[in-house]
């Protein structure tokens, strides 16, 4: 009976994910009215998965309707945060192109390490309070942590490289994207 459950999860899973994935990104490109940010943020959805897989192996877990419950949620979060890097890196690549200052390619790179690093405190703050409101559920050894760790483990991990994404990758991506415009 359990195998069954898994394989109908499973099927289910296999049409959520992608739907998920779809919505996600219709409404980062109706967001930022471009397809190149919509790419750049949805780079941050594989970076965070990874996170989480490398977290559930370390911790030995099996999926489960709970893991893919905490890995959708992942998603969403994952996101949300590359999109707020993006946003700023977009309103200084408009405020300096406004004031004449975006003329060449370390023109790009200046403005980037100036508005991106504006983000990383609150950026940080975010994922921090993330990571620390789940380290009681990952502690806990009630009735139901079994099941409340496999939702926490995925967004746990999934953080981590989540932000070590949106710190170094994602401003190197926009660099690189920013400067072929020019």
């Not at 940080?124 to 380290?135: D, F, H, K, Y």
């Not at 099941?147 to 981590?160: E, N, S």
Request: charged share 10%; proline share 3%.
């Amino acid at each position: 009976g359990q195998y069954e459950f898994l394989e109908r999860i499973q099927a289910l899973m296999k049409i959520v994910i992608p739907i998920t994935l779809l919505l996600i990104g219709i409404i980062l490109y109706f967001n930022f009215q471009g397809i190149a940010q919509t790419l750049i943020v949805m780079l941050s959805v594989p970076f965070a998965a990874i996170g989480a897989i490398w977290l559930m192996f370390a911790f030995e877990y099996n999926t489960s309707i709970a893991v893919w419950v905490g890995m959708i949620a992942l998603l969403g979060i994952a996101a949300q945060t590359a999109s707020i890097m993006v946003v700023y890196l977009d309103e200084g690549f408009s405020q300096w192109s406004k004031e004449g200052k975006m003329n060449c390619v370390e023109d790009v790179l200046n403005m980037t390490v100036e508005h991106g690093s504006s983000r990383i405190r609150p950026l940080l703050m975010a994922v921090s309070l993330n990571i620390l409101g789940l380290i009681p559920i990952m502690m806990s050894d009630g009735v139901g942590s079994d099941i409340a760790k496999r939702i926490a483990a995925p967004l746990w991990g999934g953080l981590i490289s989540l932000t070590l994404l949106t710190v170094f990758v994602i401003p190197v991506i926009y660099v690189i994207w920013r400067s072929y415009q020019l």
